[in-house]
């Protein structure tokens, strides 16, 4: 089965906007009670984010996409 999108932005909204410790650590916990291929699909769609990301000029935006 492959990692949807909304699983994936419901995984970045673990970040709560900030890439702390604190909010790195409940993604990386997160991420590990998850199969191996909802990790290489959250891998995959990470450039996604970074694309979106430099689109928008400011980041609270991002999370409404």
Do not use: H, Y
């Not at 909304?6 to 906007?17: C, N, P």
């Not at 900030?18 to 409940?26: F, L, P």
């Not at 990790?39 to 970074?50: E, T, V």
């Amino acid at each position: 089965m492959r990692m949807t999108w909304a699983d994936f932005w419901a995984l970045i909204a673990t970040l709560d906007g900030e890439a702390t410790e604190e909010s790195c650590q409940r993604l990386a916990e997160e991420l590990s009670t998850r199969s191996v291929p909802d990790i290489i699909g959250f891998g995959n769609g990470m450039p996604r984010l970074s694309t979106a990301w430099t689109r928008k000029s400011s980041a609270p935006s991002l999370w409404l996409t």
